[in-house]
């Protein structure tokens, strides 16, 4: 592009008209489908459902890599702490999911 196309640029000199009434009703009542754009800009990713025993291998996990570390006792401490902490809400979470089912199956599911 030579200096003078980047100083005129040929799309600048676009000029946009104002809508008559009928073309805006005519847009209002027949609107173009709008592209699905859900595909192609959706740069999220999809969650996968994790299982109550999945998290508790997972703190497992972590527990041995703590083992692995070389930390002091109080740093150790903390985290065995947190991760056990951590643990009795999973379990917690787990036993009520539990009853949910038993009372599902017994009842129905709640509406």
């Known amino acids: ?7 005129d640029h040929p799309e ?4 946009y008209g104002v809508l008559s009434d009928q073309e805006i009703v005519n847009l209002v009542t027949n609107p173009e489908p709008e592209e699905d754009k859900s595909d192609e800009d959706d740069d999220s990713t999809e969650m996968c459902q994790v299982t109550h025993n999945e998290a508790l291998n997972a703190i497992d996990s972590l527990e041995q890599y703590l ?42 599911p709640a509406n």
């Open 1 to 7: 592009m030579d200096l003078e196309e980047y100083i």
């Open 12 to 15: 600048e000199k676009e000029i």
């Open 67 to 108: 083992l692995q570390q070389d930390l002091c006792d109080t740093t150790r401490s903390k985290h065995e702490e947190a991760l056990s902490n951590l643990q009795e809400a999973i379990r917690k979470l787990r036993r009520a999911s539990f009853k949910q089912v038993e009372l599902e199956t017994f009842f129905g």
